[in-house]
């Protein structure tokens, strides 16, 4: 990524703690809506992701805390490159990566991403699965109580 780092995408007023959400269509909407209302996407983003996400789920099954990184497959709806981070009070179900059965995770922090740019998205999307599988990282990300701790955290750990 020439253009930014990872780090630069992540913004305060993006984070959302104790979320709560009735199933993930209802949380992706939620997030979409406040990227909407911040700027950082148009109206229809939140549809186009949760179309991507019922074609290609994102519910990882890490090992300490559960995640998901859901994204639209066209940018277009992407105004400024950001990702939209909820820390979920309950856990929501997403269907399972890659699972050819209806086999879900309870989600307990999910990593929305809004970028333009496609090899961009896959340099991001592979920083953020090598934090996921460090269970250290993902255990002291989840314990953090504010936007401004977790933002500090995520730094210091996508920074290495």
Same mark, same amino acid.
């Given at each position: 990524?020439?253009?930014?780092?990872?780090?630069?995408?992540?913004?305060?007023?993006?984070?959302?703690?104790?979320?709560?959400?009735?199933?993930?269509?209802?949380?992706?909407?939620?997030?979409?809506?406040?990227?909407?209302?911040?700027?950082?996407?148009d109206k229809?983003?939140?549809?186009?992701?949760?179309?991507?996400?019922?074609?290609?789920?994102?519910?990882?099954?890490?090992?300490?805390?559960?995640?998901?990184?859901?994204?639209?497959?066209?940018? %277009?709806? @992407?105004?400024?490159? $950001?990702?939209?981070? /909820? +820390?979920?009070?309950?856990?929501? #179900?997403? &269907?399972?990566? !890659?699972?050819?059965?209806?086999?879900?995770?309870?989600? %307990?922090? @999910?990593?929305?991403? $809004?970028?333009?740019? /496609? +090899?961009?998205?896959?340099?991001? #999307?592979? &920083?953020?699965? !090598?934090?996921?599988?460090?269970?250290?990282?993902?255990?002291?990300?989840n314990d953090?109580?504010?936007?401004?701790?977790?933002?500090?955290?995520?730094?210091?750990?996508?920074?290495?």
């Amino acid at each position: 990524m020439n253009e930014y780092k990872i780090e630069d995408l992540l913004f305060e007023e993006l984070i959302l703690m104790d979320q709560e959400a009735s199933d993930y269509e209802d949380l992706i909407t939620q997030i979409g809506e406040l990227a909407f209302e911040k700027g950082y996407v148009d109206k229809e983003f939140s549809k186009a992701v949760i179309e991507r996400e019922k074609l290609y789920p994102t519910g990882l099954p890490t090992n300490k805390v559960k995640v998901a990184i859901p994204h639209a497959m066209v940018r %277009d709806n @992407v105004k400024k490159s $950001a990702i939209i981070i /909820s +820390k979920l009070k309950k856990p929501v #179900l997403f &269907k399972e990566m !890659g699972s050819s059965t209806d086999s879900f995770i309870p989600v %307990d922090i @999910v990593f929305l991403l $809004a970028v333009n740019g /496609s +090899k961009d998205q896959l340099t991001i #999307l592979q &920083k953020l699965v !090598g934090m996921f599988s460090d269970d250290d990282a993902m255990v002291k990300l989840n314990d953090m109580k504010t936007a401004s701790d977790t933002i500090g955290v995520l730094k210091e750990i996508l920074s290495q």
